[in-house]
């Protein structure tokens, strides 16, 4: 089955900066790559996603890029704002699976120190 | 229209009871999931449904588990006999359609279970 693995575990920021974490995933036939964020007690929320038939995707101050050579995609976040912290999941989807199950990777602890 | 709705928020048992969760999934999804998320760890799946189709049961860690769908919508988690390892977040996602749709799964707040 599929494997995500994510990186930095946590991850600590000045308010300003950038943030990147990245993840790979081991089938190379995965098509659909979202990221969640979630606040402490709260509900994972989707905040953008990639199918494999892009490369790059970004909305306002993410965007997120995707190597399927490699195997691997990433989050970039710009000029980060205290409310930015928060936990990032990644996940990725093979297409040959038969319902639309997630893989999720272990998740990155972001604080943005204001 | 309304999120997924989860209840108990939260729920403290002994251990050896039987606990059952609830989901209500947002209205004309039809793909539901069940995932349990151990303290500061990542989302561990553990049932999906789709439909009238027989359900994935591939992630449910022991017979001790069960998850039923009524009516195609409202889902219940039964965990029996519970241990001390069963204490974490259960989360319920839903979907749009499953099969390959790519459609983004929309989490509930999830059920705190802590077994003492």
């Known amino acids: 089955g599929e494997n995500v693995e994510q990186h930095p575990s946590t991850l600590s920021v000045q308010e300003g900066d950038s943030a990147v974490i990245k993840c790979t995933y081991s089938?190379?036939?995965?098509?659909?790559f979202p990221w969640y964020k979630q606040e402490l007690g709260k509900r994972p929320q989707l905040i953008i996603d990639i199918r494999s038939n892009v490369g790059e995707k970004k909305d306002q101050r993410i965007a997120v890029t995707l190597n399927k050579t490699a195997k691997h995609f990433s989050l970039h976040i710009t000029e980060t704002q205290p409310e930015d912290s928060a936990v990032y999941f990644c996940?990725?989807?093979?297409?040959?699976?038969?319902?639309?199950?997630?893989?999720f990777g272990g998740g990155t602890r972001l604080m943005v120190k204001p | 229209g309304a999120g997924v709705s989860q209840s108990p928020s939260n729920k403290v048992t002994e251990k050896g009871k039987d606990v059952e969760l609830r989901c209500d999934p947002i209205s004309g999804h039809t793909a539901l999931y069940w995932y349990r998320q151990s303290l500061g760890q990542g989302l561990e799946f553990l049932i999906y449904?789709?439909?009238?189709?027989?359900?994935?049961k591939s992630g449910l860690p022991s017979d001790r588990f069960s998850a039923e769908r009524t009516g195609g919508s409202v889902s219940t988690l039964t965990i029996q006999r519970t241990q001390q390892e069963d204490s974490a977040v259960y989360l319920c996602?839903?979907?749009?359609?499953?099969?390959?749709?790519?459609?983004?799964?929309?989490f509930g707040d999830g059920t705190r279970l802590s077994i003492l």
């Open positions: 089938d190379s036939a995965s098509n659909y």
């Open positions: 996940a990725a989807r093979p297409p040959l699976n038969a319902g639309n199950m997630l893989t």
């Open positions: 449904f789709q439909g009238n189709s027989a359900p994935d």
């Open positions: 996602a839903s979907s749009s359609a499953g099969g390959g749709s790519n459609q983004p799964q929309h």
